[in-house]
């Protein structure tokens, strides 16, 4: 069973910057060949999905990131990033990262394993 640990939330003025973290128990190599991705949920809200990084290296942004948020990984260290830049206080939200068994990012593409979420706050 993969663990994956996100580290990096925090508060911060809106304009302000976090980068949030993924470290997956999987051993080195883990994030590579497969579909890693942040997701959030703000209270009352679905959860939405931010961005995600398929095997191909292809990257998606939703909407209301591009341009602010980007998203890498180590697969060294086994590790997932989001770098998040010009936050607004509709950021607000606990982001979650997720790996899919599958290799590529897709509109069907599922997640197998979650971690247990980190809290980002950005005030006005």
């Known amino acids: 069973q993969v663990q994956l640990v996100e580290s990096g939330g925090g508060s911060v003025q809106a304009g302000g910057s976090l980068r949030l973290s993924c470290a997956a128990s999987?051993?080195?190599?883990?994030?590579?060949?497969?579909?890693m991705a942040w997701f959030r949920q703000a209270p009352g809200r679905e959860r939405e999905g931010v961005a995600n990084?398929?095997?191909?290296?292809?990257?998606s942004y939703a909407d209301s990131v591009k341009g602010r948020f980007t998203i890498s990984k180590d697969n060294i260290k086994s590790t997932l990033y989001l770098q998040m830049d010009s936050l607004k206080p509709e950021d607000t939200a606990m982001y979650y990262c997720?790996?899919?068994?599958?290799?590529?990012?897709?509109?069907?593409?599922?997640?197998?394993?979650w971690g247990q979420g980190t809290q980002v706050t950005v005030s006005s």
């Open positions: 990084i398929g095997g191909d290296r292809k990257i």
């Open positions: 997720a790996s899919s068994y599958w290799r590529n990012c897709g509109p069907k593409t599922t997640f197998d394993f």
């Open positions: 999987g051993g080195s190599g883990y994030t590579d060949n497969k579909c």
